[in-house]
């Protein structure tokens, strides 16, 4: 007789056994033992069941997967840029703000080198492109068509600027021979100086023969000077129709060379004589061809009242003449004073060899009084050592009261600034020039006629 046992995978009785009453728990003790009913296998999984446990272990499968791919420099990178981050006292946002804003100028500055360069070469093609001339526009056109400009073209880009009218008068007196010059006043002189003035004043000569100089007191920072001076030149009726007289205003300035302004040539072989010649003339750019460069000479004057001494240090000189034949020369100086126009005292310097611009700085002292200083002339002059022969002279200037233009300001400021020293740079004059104006005597009279 076989036997029917429950099922492992099922919690229900057999049909077949007699459900056990509800209150008889021998009889329950002996069908369902608490193995069965205590550990309950699981149900067969079904294909639905299968499908939803086997998702996560998919899922997981791929998440590991993608870790394991991650760049480590990257990640060292990213959290090195978290660190930096994290230290800036400033928000998120306002970080990436600036940052957006850095990179938007960085691409704007290169955009505009970018275009530069660009429209850099394109103005180049154009230009050799311009720079081409072809036959077929130069047909039916001369040379001169091609090289000078029109009418309309000629003062486009012309450097040249007024300098400047200059108002003078002329009259010739036939009974003495004498030629009048009168230097009245300039306007709209060419400024010169950095402050948009000058320092004008003009020097007077006759040429060719330029025996005399002269020149006007120098009037600071204008372009306006009011002269009214006049000058005199011993001429000879013959003689001044085969002349030119030069006006030449100058700008002054004490340490370097004057610049000159402007100058009027006037022919006077063209000027009728029976009247007196009065006019405004412009200033035209000063001509070079008759103009003998002597060179400068630079020296102070320092005068002491109490003590009645007169010193003058001669610093140094530049663009002297060549008188040698290997084109230098051996310059020195001589300092001579003259009183009452007449020959007083004289010092010389040491000689410099082969040098057109020397340097001395060599002390001279006079004794001078206070009633000598007014009648006293300074005479300076270089001249050329020669062992064998003469010495020439190279150049000469003279200063005192009764000196023009540039000499005598320097006499006055020297006069003016007692026991300072005052320095300055002359031109030299041709030793002509200066000794037909001083007209010195030759020796001076003797001790006890002497007028003081």
Not at 9 to 15: A, E, Q
Not at 34 to 47: E, G, K, S
Not at 378 to 390: C, E, G, K
């Amino acid at each position: 007789m076989s036997t029917n046992h429950p099922s492992p995978n099922s919690t229900h009785p057999s049909p077949h056994t007699p459900n056990p009453a509800p209150n008889s728990s021998h009889i329950m003790h002996h069908t369902t033992p608490p193995p069965i009913t205590t550990t309950v296998a699981p149900a067969p999984p079904t294909t639905a069941s299968l499908r939803m446990t086997t998702l996560p272990a998919i899922h997981t499968t791929n998440s590991t997967h993608t870790n394991t791919t991650v760049n480590p420099a990257v990640a060292a990178i990213s959290g090195l840029v978290n660190d930096i981050l994290n230290k800036i006292p400033l928000p998120r946002w306002v970080i990436y703000a600036i940052f957006i804003v850095g990179i938007l100028l960085i691409l704007i500055c290169c955009l505009c080198i970018c275009k530069k360069c660009c429209c850099k070469g394109k103005k180049k093609k154009k230009k050799k492109k311009d720079d081409k001339l072809s036959l077929i526009e130069v047909k039916g056109k001369t040379t001169t068509a091609l090289v000078q400009p029109d009418v309309a073209d000629v003062d486009y880009g012309s450097n040249k600027k007024p300098r400047g009218t200059l108002l003078y008068s002329l009259e010739y007196k036939p009974a003495t021979s004498e030629l009048l010059v009168g230097i009245k006043q300039a306007s709209g002189l060419k400024a010169m100086d950095l402050g948009g003035t000058s320092d004008p004043y003009t020097k007077v000569y006759i040429c060719p023969d330029k025996t005399k100089t002269c020149e006007t007191k120098v009037f600071k920072t204008t372009l306006n000077p009011v002269f009214n001076e006049q000058f005199t030149f011993p001429i000879a009726k013959a003689t001044l129709l085969k002349s030119t007289l030069v006006m030449r205003v100058f700008d002054f300035d004490r340490f370097s060379k004057h610049d000159t302004i402007g100058e009027i040539r006037v022919t006077l072989s063209a000027v009728d004589w029976n009247h007196v010649i009065e006019e405004w003339k412009e200033l035209e750019e000063p001509a070079k061809f008759e103009e003998e460069n002597l060179g400068e000479i630079c020296f102070s004057l320092r005068y002491v009242p109490t003590a009645g001494k007169l010193t003058v240090v001669i610093l140094e000189a530049r663009d002297l003449k060549s008188m040698d034949v290997g084109g230098t020369s051996d310059p020195y100086v001589k300092v001579q004073l003259a009183l009452d126009k007449r020959k007083w005292k004289k010092r010389k310097s040491s000689i410099k060899k082969k040098t057109l611009n020397p340097y001395y700085n060599e002390s001279f002292t006079f004794d001078v009084s206070f009633e000598q200083i007014q009648r006293v002339t300074l005479v300076i002059s270089v001249w050329d050592h020669d062992a064998v022969t003469r010495n020439d002279a190279m150049g000469k200037i003279f200063l005192g009261c009764d000196a023009p233009g540039n000499q005598l300001r320097h006499w006055a400021d020297m006069l003016s600034n007692p026991r300072r020293p005052v320095a300055q740079w002359h031109n030299l004059l041709t030793a002509e020039q200066v000794n037909s104006t001083l007209t010195l005597k030759k020796k001076i009279p003797l001790a006890g006629k002497l007028p003081f």
